[in-house]
């Protein structure tokens, strides 16, 4: 009788997720990131909310253009670029919905971001007064 070594696959771990954590999801460059910002504001938000959007996006991806500084290019290709990212799955996910700050990321804001905030805040409650809650 020939003697054989048979080896035979049994079910591993080592394709599921239990247990481990989510891949990372992969950094969109800054131009297809745009766009797909503008294109989520488009197919997921009403009319005002998607205008005060895509005014907050385009200005915020123009301020952040031309970044010469070596310690901001990093900070650009992996913080701004991650959070926008983080942004566009929420809205497309509509997980935004009621969600609240993190108390963590407005402790780490600056002292313009938080003015930045507070105009934002003031728009929105100035849109819905003016239109009601079906606007926004």
Known sequence: MKS????????TAAGS??????????????????????????KFLPKQMRLLGDEYVKSEFRAHRN????????????????????????IEGDSWLGEKLDSGKIDKMSDQQLGQLYELMQAIQKAEREGGDETL
């Open 67 to 90: 970044v010469e500084n070596p310690v901001h290019i990093a900070w650009v290709k992996i913080g701004f670029l991650t959070e926008w990212q983080m942004y566009a799955q929420k």
């Open 4 to 11: 054989s070594s048979t080896l035979r696959a049994t079910a």
């Open 17 to 42: 997720t239990a247990g481990l954590k989510p891949a990372p999801m992969a950094l969109l460059p800054p131009i297809p990131l745009y766009r797909r910002l503008l294109r989520t504001h488009r």
